[in-house]
């Protein structure tokens, strides 16, 4: 029944913009990612302009233009030295294409948090995004970023780059992965980050294994 559900809600979704108004538009978010895909070295060096936001005294803290107040990371300015590395030494990418199926996946995600505040992969209707991505007509090969917390293209991609308290960084090497070819992104409200964008990215389109 709660898939059942879910399948009635994603031709709705389908009709509706890519991201809800206000936020990051999966046109943006994407080309961001495409950025950071197609250039990693030239990426590195806006990380380098970010580098130097963290205070000296205390390199957990870092101020964002416009603010006055820090914002506190986990593993403070070390994450982005290590980014920074990692994308000097990193191997350039194809650009992914947007993905209608992956897009209305990623929404269901987003539209449930909107509500529940939940953190993570899981809804309510749908333990996996395999499960989600089937409700909306996909089927379950595909992986799944999401990022709390921030409202600009730049911000967003950004977070998912450093992957600040992440061991493995797993988000970084998911942007990277070299099977990926398409992407569907949904950013909206949180009830309790304020902001997310979520991201399904698969080798097939709607995560559907087609020969080749």
Avoid at 49 to 55: A, G, I, K, Q, S
Avoid at 156 to 165: A, F, P
């Amino acid at each position: 029944m709660r898939a059942l559900r879910l399948a009635v809600l994603a031709p709705i979704i389908a009709l509706l913009p890519a991201s809800a108004p206000g936020y990051p538009s999966a046109a943006e978010i994407l080309g961001e990612i495409n950025r950071l895909r197609t250039n990693p070295v030239g990426y590195a060096r806006s990380l380098e302009d970010y580098r130097r936001l963290f205070d000296p005294r205390d390199q957990r803290l870092y101020t964002m233009p416009g603010e006055t107040l820090p914002r506190l990371s986990i593993d403070g300015a070390a994450a982005v030295d290590e980014a920074i590395t990692a994308l000097r030494r990193q191997s350039p990418r194809i650009p992914l294409d947007v993905d209608s199926t992956l897009t209305r996946t990623a929404r269901l995600l987003a539209d449930d948090q909107a509500i529940t505040g939940a953190i993570g992969h899981r809804t309510a209707q749908a333990p996996t995004p395999g499960d989600r991505s089937k409700a909306a007509s996909g089927d379950i090969y595909l992986t799944e970023a999401v990022s709390y917390g921030f409202t600009s293209p730049e911000d967003v991609v950004r977070q998912l780059v450093i992957d600040d308290g992440v061991p493995g960084r797993g988000h970084r090497r998911t942007l990277f992965s070299p099977e990926l070819r398409f992407a569907g992104v949904w950013c909206g409200p949180h009830a309790r980050r304020a902001a997310m964008c979520a991201i399904d990215l698969s080798a097939w389109r709607g995560g559907r294994p087609t020969a080749e």
